[in-house]
């Protein structure tokens, strides 16, 4: 099932959305093993890369809003990978950073999702992949502005 616009092209939203869907389904089935979703993994994997980020940071990272990067740092806690310490300057926010269990889990995953990336290339050539990062940044971009720019209205 396809969406089309009013010109009768295929819908870039939906399309965009399917193939996410798509990709996450398959890093989900590998990490499965793992006792991780690929949501956790990424906000863990974000933390690894830079301990001692505040949650807003987190979110940022990861383009998650407040709520949703709170349940999954809940989750990550909970499962002994990352811990929290109020933070210095703010004591209402607080740092957060990997366990060494968390650490270990993303050394044991990375390979995981550098797997799945390595798939999807396969189906472009390199140039193909180099054009659909640089667009798919693009438009990142512009609708982050876009909803900037709503919000401050």
């Not at 995981?112 to 438009?139: M, P």
Request: glycine share 6%; aromatic share 6%.
């Amino acid at each position: 099932m396809t969406t089309l616009d009013q010109s009768g092209n295929l819908a870039i939203g939906f399309i965009m959305g399917v193939t996410y869907r798509k990709i996450a389904t398959l890093l989900q089935k590998r990490l499965k093993e793992h006792d991780i979703t690929p949501e956790q993994w990424s906000v863990l994997h974000q933390i690894d890369r830079s301990e001692g980020m505040i949650q807003r940071e987190i979110a940022s990272r990861t383009g998650k809003d407040k709520p949703t990067t709170t349940r999954i740092l809940d989750h990550l806690e909970s499962k002994g990978l990352v811990y929290k310490q109020t933070g210095l300057q703010d004591r209402r926010s607080f740092l957060v950073y990997s366990t060494e269990r968390g650490k270990e889990l993303i050394r044991e995953t990375l390979p995981i999702e550098e797997g799945v990336t390595e798939e999807v290339k396969r189906c472009l050539s390199s140039e193909e992949y180099a054009l659909l990062t640089e667009f798919l940044l693009r438009i990142n971009e512009h609708v982050t502005q876009i909803i900037d720019t709503n919000e401050k209205e």
